[in-house]
C-alpha cells in the first residue's frame, strides 16, 4: 500500500520557546527538537526580528505566552506557526497544566497559523 499524502512522514519540527516561557518547560519536551530564545541568543530580540531569525534558522513553531503577538505581527506571513500558552502567569506552576495539551498540538500546527493552547 503506498501511503497517500497525509501518511507520509513529516520532518520533525523545530520550535523556539518564547523568552517568556520558563525554561523548565524543556524537561517536559524532551523528545522534540526544542530551543530557547537565550540559548540562540536571541534574548532582547523585537518579535518581528524574532520572527524573521526563527525562520531564517530552520523554526517552524515558536512557543510563547504574549497573547498580544498575534496582533502586532503578521502570523500568516511570518513563515513560522505560533503557538500561544494561555496560563494564569508564566511561573512554572501555571504552565505545566497546559504540557499534555501543548504535546497534542505540537505535531498539528501549521506555519502562518495560530494555535492557542488553554486548559
Not at 496582533?71 to 513560522?80: A, E, L
Not at 504535546?103 to 488553554?118: D, S, W
Request: glycine share 6%; hydrophobic share 45%; net charge neutral.
Amino acid at each position: 500500500m503506498t501511503p497517500t499524502k497525509s501518511e507520509a512522514p513529516t520532518a520533525p519540527q523545530r520550535v523556539l520557546l518564547d523568552e517568556s516561557v520558563p525554561h523548565d518547560l524543556l524537561l517536559h519536551l524532551a523528545d522534540v527538537d526544542v530551543v530557547t530564545v537565550q540559548k540562540l541568543g536571541w534574548a532582547g530580540t523585537k518579535n518581528g526580528a524574532l520572527l524573521r531569525a526563527a525562520r531564517e534558522a530552520g523554526i517552524q513553531v515558536l512557543v510563547t505566552v504574549d497573547r498580544r503577538i498575534e496582533y502586532q505581527q503578521n502570523i500568516s506571513k511570518s513563515g513560522v506557526a505560533l503557538v500561544v500558552l494561555e496560563a494564569r502567569s508564566t511561573r512554572m506552576p501555571d504552565i505545566l497544566p497546559l504540557v499534555p495539551a501543548l504535546r497534542a498540538v505540537l505535531p498539528l500546527v501549521r506555519v502562518g497559523e495560530v494555535t492557542h493552547v488553554a486548559v
